[in-house]
C-alpha cells in the first residue's frame, strides 16, 4: 500500500498534495509551507558546499 506522505513532515496527505519540483524529481507536500521548505532545502543544498559555517 502506497499511502502518500509530505515530503517535508512525513505527514500523510489526504486529498490535496501540492506537487514540488526538487532538481529533477518532483515531491508532493502537503501544504505550502512544507513546499517552501523543501525549496529553502533545496536551495541551500544546490549551493556549493557552506563557506565560512562556524
Ligand atoms: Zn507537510
Do not use: F, H, P, W
Not at 4 to 9: F, S
Not at 23 to 52: F, K, M, P
Request: glycine residues 10%; proline residues 0%.
Amino acid at each position: 500500500m502506497t499511502a502518500r506522505t509530505c515530503a517535508a513532515c512525513d505527514c500523510e496527505i489526504d486529498g490535496t498534495a501540492i506537487k514540488v519540483k526538487l532538481g529533477g524529481n518532483t515531491v508532493e507536500v502537503c501544504c505550502e509551507a512544507c513546499a517552501r521548505a523543501l525549496n529553502e532545502a533545496e536551495a541551500s543544498i544546490s549551493t556549493d558546499a557552506q563557506a565560512g559555517e562556524g
